[in-house]
């Protein structure tokens, strides 16, 4: 029968339970666990879709075209485990379905109350993960903090599975830093701890997440406050890169705890792991990359990009650099694009509206012009077709009937399957899809093969009626849909390197297996990189012979 762990937090939101439910993962995967997550977000919306990043954080797309949380990216690049719509409950999700079923006269009459019915649909899906993929234990991350009213029914839910399956509880909650007396403190977790047991939970393990190492007193003091050994608490501190964390746990002796309790095999072989932690302590080539978006001033709202950059740029030996670059920032000022030029690479990063979008059309038109390598994703493959429109085509005011219904030269356009269309929640182009590659191109050469599987998140499409114009202009179209109706990849030749995508290829991209497009990229920018100190290097020899002569 599978297991359950149960992994809840405290103090604030954000504490930091998605990479320690990762972790967790990791930790009982390298023991040969079949391991599986559930990601619970008590929120009413359906979905993540129709969120903006700045409320959310990233829309995290499955291979089964679902728009989930964030923390299913987290998932997925700690163990490479394909995640699909079962691995995101939300509250939107438990009472549309009780309450379809009330509708239908399932219940039989019944007053349809919190307990039993919603708890018991929550319960149903909690289960249906560990039948997914025959899992021996499902990690189920309750997202929110202990106390929050909307997520009471999942607590609950919890609480009551706990008598009818074999369970382990995994509380995780702030210590904090106080600055004026430089000590760590531990109220607001001892707070977070009667809050939880106050709706009937007591945790087995817990998991204080600090900016450093907690010591044994506290430790001790938790431990007490808690009603658990010492043995069962555990510190999550401030780890660089952040796929450090599972070792760290693990040197605590989390894994081989969780094991014990569990009944679970305890041989873990961590080679494979390491290897991927001594390719970052071992990238040292500085390279700097903007990522121009519209939502920068929160990373959450990119972090796969940003976490693709780092799986690829290790991999080379290279250390990125990454700055965040508001677009809007260029539509103000032309002359804040000139910072582009300190820059080895630029991605141009997805979104929607109008806001910021002439912004990445002078961001790509620099990066073109200049010969600075750039991927573009999503809106950023769009805009890289109007940009090409506007300044090679020369066709004044091309651009995506998106942004201006009234273009003379729409060269993106609406699919046709979303004509029509009034819900906007999970109507997209979603998922993973097939990508045929063209022989002979960047980007065949890149992913070493005619076929691909890519996740997609889209409403708008490069328009047929501009496709001959753009070829004969120079841009390569060198991916398609299967039957040739939808361009998926473009690209420039006589350019370092100028690739742009219509799907996501950071959803794609893991700790142990970097995406192709991201390796292209920065293969490209670590040599302008490596350019670039040559020619630093040379200047500072040559002002110190000048100074001696």
């Known amino acids: 029968m599978p297991k359950y762990v149960f992994v809840t937090g405290g103090v604030i939101s954000s504490v930091g339970k998605g990479t320690i439910a990762s972790s967790i993962g990791k930790m009982l995967s390298v ?96 289960r249906a993960v560990a039948d997914r993929r025959g899992s021996d234990v499902v990690i189920v991350e309750i997202g929110g903090t202990v106390g929050d009213i909307e997520g009471l029914p999942f607590y609950e839910a919890a609480r009551q599975m706990k008598l009818e399956e074999e369970t382990l509880f995994v509380h995780v909650a702030l210590v904090i830093y106080h600055e004026s007396t430089r000590e760590l403190k531990t109220k607001a977790f001892q707070h977070s701890l009667q809050e939880l047991r106050r709706i009937g939970i007591q945790p087995d393990v817990m998991v204080a997440r600090s900016p450093t190492m907690i010591s044994t007193d506290v430790r001790r003091k938790l431990a007490l406050f808690g009603t658990l050994p010492i ?137 073109r012009t200049r010969g600075i390598p750039m991927l573009g994703i999503c809106f950023g493959m769009q805009l890289a077709v109007a940009e090409f429109a506007r300044n090679v085509l020369g066709l004044e005011g091309a651009n995506s009937t998106e942004i201006d219904p009234n273009t003379p030269h729409p060269v993106i356009d609406l699919l046709p399957e979303q004509r029509g269309l009034k819900a906007l929640g999970g109507t997209m182009r979603l998922g993973e899809s097939e990508v045929i590659l063209i022989e002979g191109t960047l980007a065949h050469r890149l992913y070493g093969s ?78 302008r990189a490596q350019e670039r100190l040559r020619g630093l290097t040379l200047s500072a020899s040559t002002k110190t012979d000048y100074r001696s002569a």
């Open 450 to 527: 005619r076929s691909i599987r890519r996740r997609h998140r889209h409403r708008y499409e490069v328009n047929t009626e501009y496709w001959d114009a753009l070829r004969s202009s120079g841009m390569v179209f060198s991916g398609f849909t299967p039957d040739g109706t939808r361009i998926e990849v473009i690209e420039i030749v006589d350019h370092p390197f100028f690739l742009a995508v219509q799907y996501h290829p950071e959803f794609s991209s893991t700790a142990e297996r970097p995406e192709e497009a991201f390796v292209g990229l920065m293969e490209a920018s670590l040599k």
């Open 31 to 126: 023991r040969g666990v079949k391991v599986d997550f559930l990601k619970i977000d008590p929120y009413v919306n359906v979905d993540a879709g129709t969120m903006n990043p700045y409320v959310h954080g990233e829309v995290y797309v499955t291979s089964d075209g679902s728009e989930a949380d964030l923390d299913l990216g987290w998932y997925e690049r700690f163990l490479g485990i394909p995640t699909s719509r079962l691995n995101n409950l939300t509250t939107g999700q438990v009472y549309s379905e009780v309450i379809s079923r009330e509708r239908r006269g399932d219940y039989l009459g019944q007053c349809v109350q919190i307990i039993p019915h919603v708890t018991d649909e929550i319960k149903q899906r909690i």
């Open 231 to 367: 043995e069962a608490v555990f510190c999550s501190y401030n780890v660089q890169p952040v796929y450090r964390l599972p070792l760290v746990l693990e040197e605590q002796g989390l894994g081989d705890y969780i094991a014990k309790k569990l009944g679970l095999p305890n041989s873990p072989n961590w080679s494979g792991w390491k290897r991927v932690i001594e390719l970052y302590d071992r990238a040292s080539t500085p390279v700097r990359i903007a990522l121009c978006g519209k939502y920068t001033k929160l990373e959450d709202s990119y972090i796969s990009i940003k976490e693709a950059i780092w799986h690829a740029a290790v991999a080379l030996g290279a250390r990125p650099q990454i700055e965040f670059v508001e677009t809007e920032e260029f539509e103000e000022n032309p002359l804040q694009l000139e910072k582009l030029s300190t820059f080895d690479g630029i991605i141009i990063a997805p979104g929607f509206g109008k806001r910021g979008t002439e912004g990445k059309i002078m961001a790509i038109n620099y990066a």
